[in-house]
């Protein structure tokens, strides 16, 4: 069975930091690429960040990069999202997802995700 479970959100003040875990099990997690996407309320999903599986090659949104990092740890069956410089914008639930960045958005790749709350 998969199963992703993230964690590390919270409440921050604009400015501050948050670094998002996902724990995966239920399939090879080495040999998939791997995404993190929010939805923010009342709005539809995003894409934030892809990565692929042997962490070769990362991908950002325009509304991230150079903010956020994405990484992973395939010993550990874990992804990563390190969150810097957030603004009020980037509230939303957070999702890990098992998927690229073309199929990031299909909710079946997805798991519960977790709460980001960025006060102004």
């Known amino acids: 069975q998969v199963q992703l479970v993230e964690s590390g959100g919270g409440m921050v003040q604009t400015g501050g930091s948050l670094r998002l875990s996902c724990v995966a099990s239920g399939f090879r997690f080495e040999s998939h690429h791997m995404s993190w996407v929010r939805q923010a309320p009342g709005k539809g999903p995003e894409w934030v960040a892809s990565?692929?599986?042997?962490?070769?090659?990362?991908y950002y949104s325009d509304f991230v990069r150079g903010r956020f990092t994405v990484s992973r740890d395939n010993d550990k069956n874990t992804l990563y999202l390190q969150m810097n410089s957030l603004n009020p914008e980037d509230t939303g639930l957070y999702y890990c997802a098992r998927a690229p960045r073309d199929d990031a958005l299909m909710r079946q790749f997805w798991g519960r995700g977790t709460q980001v709350t960025v006060s102004s």
């Open positions: 990565i692929s599986s042997a962490s070769s090659y990362t």
